[in-house]
Structures are given as C-alpha cells and as structure tokens.
C-alpha cells in the first residue's frame, strides 16, 4: 500500500512541478521578443561582430571586425610570421608590424582596402596602397600579413577560391 501511495505522491508532484512551469510561462508576450527570418532572437538581418557562431565571433566581410585577440594568437605565431615577412617592412618594428596587421583586419572595406571572408570564417583583407595582406580570425588573432609578390592579382585568386570554397563577400 505505501508502494502505491508514493507513487501516486510522486505524480502528483510532477504534475504540479509541470503546471508550475507552464505558469511561469503564462505572461509571455512574443511581440515584445522579434525574431530574425531565421527564427533566432533578435531585430534585423544584421549581425554585428560579436555574434557567437560555432563558439566563434561572426566577422563581418566588409565592415570593420573587432578582434578579442589584439594581435598574433601567442609571441612565437608572431615571432615566426616576423622572421618570415618581417624584411617586407623595413624600417618596422615586430611590435609595430603586428599593429599594422590587426589595424587592416580590423579595417572595413574602402576604397583602398578590399576584402572578404573565406570559407572558414576567416576575415580577408589587402590594402591596394601599401600591398598588405593579412587574414585573422577575430576570436583568434592575427594569421598572417605579408606583401604578396604578384600584388592585386594574388588577392583576387585568393579571394575567388575562397568565394568558390564557401566564403562571403
């Protein structure tokens, strides 16, 4: 007989936990919460940069990005991309080539600066005056920044594989 009678008791009380819930839920007014044409929370089709996708920050492909990780991911990321690049930028210190490099990542497309996202969600850009370019993620930091030896022509290439390969423009 107690068998019985706790499992009634533990019914019941299940049953009350669950009105309780659907009571607290009572007062939910879904016009005061807008949700995307995806579904998800929020106004707009906007994304600004601090969107979290895939345990990520969303970059953005023409607009400015900002980087959590101000600069290369760890020193020997930057030590080994200043030994590799660092003669492309005479008269530049380490310290001053890394801010160059997150200064163009963050940068938004411009007249002089193009750039994209690959297919990865890494944030693409090449500066036309300066022959820069640089690719980061920024929940990452900086990947790396060099002058290409064929200029325009090498950013294009890449930006067409990138698009071809899932990336954004």
């Not at 492909?61 to 030994?83: R, S």
């Not at 690049?85 to 411009?110: C, I, M």
């Not at 944030?123 to 036309?128: E, N």
Request: charged share 35%.
């Amino acid at each position: 007989m107690k068998s019985i009678q706790n499992r009634i008791l533990i019914k019941l009380m299940a049953t009350k936990l669950h009105l309780a819930r659907l009571t607290l839920d009572k007062d939910w007014d879904e016009s005061k919460h807008p949700r995307r044409s995806d579904g998800k929370f929020g106004k707009g089709g906007s994304h600004s940069t601090k969107t979290k996708k895939d345990g990520n920050v969303k970059a953005s492909p023409m607009g400015a990005n900002k980087f959590e990780v101000k600069g290369f991911k760890n020193k020997q990321a930057l030590n080994n991309h200043w030994k590799d690049h660092g003669n492309q930028y005479p008269g530049f210190t380490k310290k001053q080539y890394e801010t160059r490099a997150l200064a163009l990542v963050e940068s938004p497309v411009s007249d002089s600066v193009l750039g994209h996202i690959d297919g990865n969600g890494i944030v693409v850009r090449y500066d036309k005056k300066t022959n820069d370019f640089v690719k980061g993620r920024p929940s990452r930091g900086i990947y790396t920044m060099f002058k290409p030896d064929e200029g325009l022509k090498y950013y294009l290439e890449r930006k067409r594989e990138d698009i071809e390969h899932g990336g954004s423009e």
